[in-house]
């Protein structure tokens, strides 16, 4: 696994970073996880816990962003 970070935006003198977690695909398999699912993380002493985000998403569903 791999963290990484790309400029989101700058404005006037900030830069705005984005992160991201490169996870391996035979995890993604065994948890059953696909593109584009939502997930919730939390931040536990000195660990990431992420979980999948069961509940359904009002916003998608009446076709809003």
């Avoid at 359904?56 to 569903?61: A, E, S, Y």
């Amino acid at each position: 696994m791999r963290l990484l970070s790309t400029k989101s935006r700058a404005y006037k003198d900030k830069e705005y970073r984005k992160s991201f977690i490169i996870l391996p695909n035979k995890l993604l398999e065994k948890l059953g996880w696909k593109t584009g699912e939502d997930l919730e993380a939390e931040a536990k002493q000195d660990k990431l816990i992420i979980t999948k985000n069961d509940k359904i998403r009002v916003d998608l569903i009446e076709g809003k962003r």
